[in-house]
């Protein structure tokens, strides 16, 4: 699936304000909910809750990756939130989280899903990605410096942590 297809601007917030990690996916969920409006955000907040409730999604230095299947889903979505400053999210190496990429699969995983939950991981994983996501100053040119970082997300090639 083309990333474009999974993450359109009206799900990228930045700089937002986030009391706890448990607000962080209030405010996830209502991202999420605007790219399927017939499920309501309480039943993709649960879900978040439920998954974080199995194991922290925090992928180390300061983001994290929430993510939740969801009953009725057929697509896979997903979210970005960059906030002005960073949350305890419980997370492995005990830094604070200030990117928080969410995602939500359809409850019957495919392969495809599979195979965006890891390229998305992969793609996260890049450490200069990181950096420009953090230096940006709007919601739209967080957008524009995450889908500019996907260049090798449809082809599922394996990226390295250092961005090759």
């Known amino acids: 699936m083309l990333f474009q297809e999974i993450i359109q601007p009206d799900r ?25 409006p017939d499920i309501p955000s309480d039943t993709i907040f649960e879900a978040l809750i439920e998954r974080e409730r199995l194991g922290c999604t925090s992928l180390k230095k300061g983001l994290a990756f929430p993510h ?10 997903a979210a970005m939130i960059k906030l002005s400053e960073p949350i305890d999210f419980d997370a492995p190496d005990g830094e604070p989280v200030d990117l928080i990429f969410g995602m939500m699969v359809p409850a019957m995983l495919s392969d495809e899903d599979y195979a965006d939950v890891k390229a998305m991981t992969g793609i996260l ?17 967080l957008y524009e410096a995450l889908v500019d970082g996907t260049d090798l997300f449809s082809s599922n090639e394996p990226r390295t942590a250092t961005g090759g």
Do not use: P, Q
Request: proline share 0%; net charge positive.
């Open 68 to 77: 939740c299947r969801i009953d009725g889903l057929d697509d896979s979505f």
């Open 12 to 36: 990228v917030l930045c700089n937002a304000h986030a009391r706890s990690k448990k607000h962080c996916l209030e405010i996830l969920s209502e991202l999420l909910v605007r790219s399927s």
């Open 125 to 141: 994983a890049d450490e200069g990605l990181r950096g420009r996501l953090r230096s940006t100053n709007s919601s739209s040119t």
